[in-house]
């Protein structure tokens, strides 16, 4: 019966929107924001572990705000997954701007193997929603979640590195994900 109720519910929605001259396209199509991992670095070193922080650079060529709202992401070190996050966004993406986020990851030193430049793949998603109040019911009524993925792949140099050191990483890549 819920769900009964639901599809009445967002077909009452839909057909009221198209009756008062709003546009509904725009939920399922448009310009999609960007993110590229634009730097990656070693925050503290300590007995137990390393703390890292990966910067995500978002970009929205739209010119309607963007609300993200999570993160996953996962880091893996030498083919193993070492971390796993799951985070609030908290972040809107301006009109035609841009905007940092900061992932961290924290990795226990025995995961880390024997090497001194073991490689990582970071790797993630985040869920964003298109802007209005139609998304936002669609989106909370979890019937459309937009998400885009990112990457980064790099090597962990570890021979004498110390806090607030680079990491090495290589070209970003990030994708649609429908």
């Known amino acids: 019966m819920g769900r009964t109720l639901n599809t ?5 929605s839909l057909g009221a929107t198209t009756l008062t001259g709003c546009s509904v396209g725009g939920l399922f199509r448009g310009e999609r924001p ?3 991992v634009s730097s990656a670095r070693l925050v503290d070193r300590t007995e137990e572990g390393l703390k890292l922080e990966f910067t995500l650079a ?3 060529t739209s010119d309607e705000p963007l609300p993200l709202r ?3 992401y996962t880091l893996n070190v030498d083919g193993n997954t070492v971390f796993n996050g799951t985070r609030s966004a908290e972040r809107t993406l301006p009109a035609g701007g841009s905007q940092d986020i900061i992932l961290p990851a924290v990795v226990p030193l025995e995961a880390l193997g024997t090497g001194t430049s073991p490689r ?9 929603s298109k802007p209005g109040a139609l998304a936002d019911t669609l989106f909370d009524a979890k019937l459309i979640r937009p998400k885009i993925a990112f990457s980064d792949r790099g090597t962990l140099e570890l021979n004498g590195i110390q806090p607030t050191g680079i990491l090495t990483s290589e070209p970003p890549a990030a994708q649609m994900i429908d």
């Open 34 to 36: 960007g993110f590229e």
């Open 58 to 60: 978002g970009f929205n």
């Open 120 to 128: 990582y793949v970071l790797s993630g998603r985040i869920e964003y």
């Open 8 to 12: 009445t519910l967002l077909a009452a």
């Open 70 to 72: 999570s993160i996953d």
